[in-house]
């Protein structure tokens, strides 16, 4: 069976196809303006109604003007697209109210920043545009001025209110004039975005390529339900000390007419940014419920993991959604374990709290992806109904060699035993991480060396095989006090009773 998921970037196809597509994407989502735009007469600007700024189409149409009269004089222009970053954040934890005065603040601030003169214009629901009349030196600084200025909270009706920026820059005429240079300014600032945010960029063929075939993803990725593309795969995970499953976790695949099988780390993000995740993260949780529960009918009571992205966790109905999945399909709360990535855990917003109580409620565990910051990291989380942590695979890959990484795992696995959680190391590889975890106190172990991800019929297979195999493979010298081992001759054939639960 072939695991290699297609690295889709540098696919000649996506970037010949995607050339094609331009500017779409930024299209996609425009200010909010008034509805008389289109026929206004061409020297009035349309105007924002929360900022009073001039609204996308009309800025267009002056960045149009003045591209001209600048390649005309030979001169360079910048164009700046500013991205208020988190606003979603915001609106989730304050309200839609709260969002929009910090935007209107954010505004003002702007236009004190670039002064009274300077084109400003409000081109995205947490956008703004600047035209600047000078060269790419010029343009440079004031965008990095700009994301500085921003490190100081915003007075927001008597609230202190951080508002980061992510800037975007284009230089016109060498990047094109009108829409596609306020969408190559945009693209930039996506692609600032992309990487964390609060910095700027100037925009490259590298970022148009990105974006390019970002657009070419997210199109078709509309379709993957209804074409029937996606699958999922699924990775055990084992008990160390008893060497039985204690879940296997559901992971994303796209199996794409030309490009093969894509993974999920490279269309998730896309889904997120396009607003499809709530499509596709419901298709695999529905899947994965409904293979939990074939399973649990062939009396095999596997629990299965699934990934929740942030977008979902957030959504009001994602508990309502979680239980009317699991009442379809007959799956109780511990036959599931959601996995949430540790930013998303410690949000602490509005949205976050009320989904982890009615998940508490529901009865379903939560684990903590990618685990990587420590007990600091861990006290943050105490307040939180989470049940377990996964360390990192890159924590795990360091841990044969660096002794900050055995120093983080052994200081996370001694405060998860004080909040009685349980340690999973996650992408383990070789037999001396394995050792390592497993010396340091991890209470469970997946990755290629246990398993790789497979189809639902290659688990039970998989299954049949695993408890004599890893018993042979695992009695090193590291787990003699640690592991009661199973005893291979007790093994006969695959039953159910080898796969059982987690703790
Ligand atoms: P993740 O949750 O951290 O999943 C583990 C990833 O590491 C998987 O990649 C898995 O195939 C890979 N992996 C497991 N063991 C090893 C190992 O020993 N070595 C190496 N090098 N890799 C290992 P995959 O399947 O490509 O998934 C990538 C990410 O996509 C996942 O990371 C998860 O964040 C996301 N994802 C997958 N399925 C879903 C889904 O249904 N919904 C959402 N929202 N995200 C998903
Ligand atoms: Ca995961
Ligand atoms: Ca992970």
């Not at 297609?6 to 500017?23: C, E, K, Q, R, T």
């Not at 999922?232 to 794409?256: G, N």
């Not at 420590?374 to 695979?393: K, Y």
């Not at 349980?422 to 398993?451: F, N, P």
Request: aromatic letters at 4%; charged letters at 20%; proline letters at 4%.
């Amino acid at each position: 069976m072939n695991f290699d998921l297609l690295p889709i970037a540098g696919a000649a196809a996506i970037a010949l196809a995607a050339a094609a597509l331009g500017a779409v994407a930024w299209r996609r989502r425009r200010a909010p303006a008034k509805p008389a735009a289109a026929q206004s007469p061409a020297n009035t600007a349309v105007l924002d109604t929360l900022t009073g700024l001039p609204a996308l189409a009309s800025f267009e149409r002056l960045v149009q003007e003045r591209c001209a009269a600048v390649e005309k004089a030979g001169r360079d222009a910048c164009l700046l697209a500013i991205g208020v970053d988190d606003l979603r954040l915001l609106r989730d934890d304050a309200g839609a109210a709260c969002a929009e005065r910090a935007l209107a603040a954010a505004a003002a601030a702007l236009r004190g920043a670039v002064g009274a003169t300077t084109l400003l214009a409000r081109i995205d629901a947490d956008a703004f545009g600047v035209w600047l009349d000078a060269p790419r030196e010029a343009g440079e600084k004031l965008a990095q001025r700009l994301v500085q200025t921003f490190d100081a909270p915003l007075d927001v009706d008597g609230r202190a209110l951080a508002v980061p920026l992510s800037v975007g820059l284009a230089v016109a005429p060498e990047h094109g004039g009108g829409a596609r240079l306020i969408g190559r300014a945009a693209a930039a600032m996506q692609a600032v975005r992309r990487s964390g945010g609060h910095a700027h960029a100037v925009f490259d063929a590298r970022i148009d390529a990105t974006h390019n075939e970002e657009v070419l993803i997210a199109r078709e990725l509309q379709h993957a339900v209804v074409k029937r593309q996606l699958e999922l795969f699924f990775q055990p995970r084992i008990d160390a000390a008893t060497l039985k499953v204690s879940a296997v976790e559901a992971l994303l695949r796209w199996r794409h007419p030309t490009l093969g099988l894509v993974s999920p780390a490279r269309f998730i993000p896309v889904a997120e940014r396009h607003g499809l995740i709530e499509t596709i993260g419901g298709w695999a949780l529905d899947a994965a419920l409904r293979q939990a529960a074939a399973w649990r009918q062939a009396d095999v009571k596997l629990r299965v993991a699934v990934n929740v992205s942030g977008m979902q966790f957030r959504q009001d109905d994602f508990a309502a959604r979680l239980e009317r999945g699991m009442k379809a399909h007959g799956v109780p709360a511990d036959g599931l374990l959601c996995e949430l990535t540790q930013a998303v855990a410690m949000e602490n917003t509005e949205a976050t709290r009320k989904a982890f109580a009615r998940l508490a409620a529901l009865g379903v565990e939560v684990a903590i992806d990618d685990f990587a910051a420590g007990a600091a990291g861990l006290a943050a989380l105490a307040h939180q109904p989470v049940r377990e942590l996964q360390i990192d695979r890159a924590t795990v890959a360091a841990l044969a060699r660096s002794h900050d990484a055995r120093a983080m795992v052994e200081s996370a696995v001694r405060a998860a035993r004080e909040l009685g959680l349980r340690v999973v190391a996650e992408g383990v590889e070789t037999e001396a991480q394995r050792d390592a975890a497993v010396r340091l106190g991890c209470h469970q172990l997946q990755g290629y060396l246990i398993a790789r991800p497979m189809s639902a019929r290659a688990v039970l297979m998989w299954a049949a095989d695993a408890a004599s195999t890893l018993a042979q493979t695992m009695p090193s010298a590291a787990f003699k006090d640690t592991l009661p081992m199973v005893n291979p001759g007790a093994q006969h054939g695959f039953a159910a009773t080898r796969i059982s639960l987690g703790r």
